[in-house]
Every structure is written in structure tokens, then in C-alpha cells.
Antibody, heavy 117, light 107 residues
Framework: EVQLLESGGGLVQPGGSVRLSCAAS????????MNWVRQAPGKGLEWVAA????????YYADSLKGRFTISRDNSKNTLYLQMQSLRAEDTAVYYC??????????WGQGTLVTVSS | DIQMTQSPSTLSASVGDRVTITCRAS??????LAWYQQKPGKAPNLLIH???TLQSGVPSRFSGSGSGTEFTLTISSLQPDDFATYYC?????????FGPGTKVDIK
């Protein structure tokens, strides 16, 4: 059974940093692209970033380039999202998702990041 | 970037109704479109990929059609469990983009 468990969310001050983790199990982790998707309170879904199975290629939403970094540790079956220079508008539930054939076929339950002083 | 729109933004319907949601892309995306269902406080759930392929385990009352720039999600007979928000997403090229969502609520 595919399981994705995000962690690392919480209250962060504006301008601060946080690293989210997503522990994966139940599938061949290094063989799959992984995504991060976020959802601000009461808003729609926003694709954030993706990383290839080897970790050698990454993609980002244009609006987030330079502040967010996606990475993975295949030895630990874990996906990461390093977020810095955080702003109030980054407040959201952050989901990790396994990619099937380019679409996200399994999602974690999400972790809430609140950027506020 | 390719933009995605959905219509309507909200849809009020009754159990048993046939429901259709439209998703449009600002340029052709071929068949590279997925539909997701999301209930409050829950993660999205994949319903359809490649425009019309039903994901394993999804009830057959859900169907998708379209290609290029116009796509539809149809629920043939709305069930109580189907009241939710539905999102389309293109995945032809990065950055992948979601539509703004369509909320299906009880009439």
C-alpha cells in the first residue's frame, strides 16, 4: 500500500525558513517523479515543484523559483521541500504526491505551514 | 504558461442528476489532463487521467472526455458521496497547472 506522510509544518515567522519532509513507503521510491502541491486556506490547488526519481532534475512554479528547493534522499525514501524567505502568502497545506505517468496518483494527507508573526 | 479555466465555479445539483464540468486550456495540451476530487480537509483523489482513462477503483459513473483545449468531466448520476470540489490539471509541460476548481454542492 502506497503511503506518503508529510511532516515539518507549523508556525513560521515572515522571512523565516522551514524544511518539509515526506516519508514514502509501499512503492519503488527512486523510480518515481515526486511532486509538491500546496493549497492556501479556502483556495485551490497550486503545483509547487517536481523532482525526477534520481533527483538530478527539478522543476518549479515560476513564482517560487529561488525561494523553494525540492530534493530527495532515495536511501531514506524521503522527499523534501526547503522553503526560505517565507511570506504570509506561503501559508498553505503542503501535499507531497507520487507521480504515476506524469499525473499525481497518490497524495499524502498534507502538512500546514502558517507564516505569521 | 498555459492557463486552465473551469466552468462553472459552483454547481448546485441533486442526487441522481447528471453533472458536467468543463475545463479549458489556453493552448492545446493534447490528452494530458487529469481530474481530481477533493473533499473538505482531505487530500485530492485522482479520478481520471489522460483525459478519459478512469483511475482504478473510481466508480464508473465518472467519465472524462475531450482533447486539445476543451475537456469535460461527467458524473452520470450524482451520489451523496460526490458532493466535493473538482479540479482539472494539465501535465503536458512544466509547470503543471491546476484549474481553479468547481464546487458541487447540494441543491
Amino acid at each position: 500500500e502506497v503511503q506518503l506522510l508529510e511532516s515539518g509544518g507549523g508556525l513560521v515567522q515572515p522571512g523565516g525558513s522551514v524544511r518539509l519532509s515526506c516519508a514514502a513507503s509501499g512503492f519503488f521510491f527512486s523510480g518515481h517523479v515526486m511532486n509538491w502541491v500546496r493549497q492556501a486556506p479556502g483556495k485551490g490547488l497550486e503545483w509547487v515543484a517536481a523532482i525526477t526519481g534520481s533527483g538530478s532534475i527539478t522543476y518549479y512554479a515560476d513564482s517560487l523559483k529561488g525561494r523553494f528547493t525540492i530534493s530527495r534522499d532515495n536511501s531514506k525514501n524521503t522527499l523534501y521541500l526547503q522553503m526560505q524567505s517565507l511570506r504570509a502568502e506561503d501559508t498553505a497545506v503542503y501535499y507531497c504526491a507520487k507521480v504515476g505517468a506524469a499525473y499525481s496518483d497518490y497524495w499524502g494527507q498534507g502538512t500546514l505551514v502558517t507564516v505569521s508573526s | 504558461d498555459i492557463q486552465m479555466t473551469q466552468s462553472p465555479s459552483t454547481l448546485s445539483a441533486s442526487v441522481g442528476d447528471r453533472v458536467t464540468i468543463t475545463c479549458r486550456a489556453s493552448q492545446s495540451i493534447g490528452l494530458w489532463l487529469a481530474w481530481y476530487q477533493q473533499k473538505p480537509g482531505k487530500a485530492p483523489n485522482l479520478l481520471i487521467h489522460t483525459a478519459s482513462t478512469l483511475q482504478s477503483g473510481v466508480p464508473s459513473r465518472f467519465s472524462g472526455s475531450g482533447s486539445g483545449t476543451e475537456f469535460t468531466l461527467t458524473i452520470s448520476s450524482l451520489q451523496p458521496d460526490d458532493f466535493a470540489t473538482y479540479y482539472c490539471q494539465r501535465y503536458n509541460t512544466y509547470p503543471f497547472t491546476f484549474g481553479p476548481g468547481t464546487k458541487v454542492d447540494i441543491k
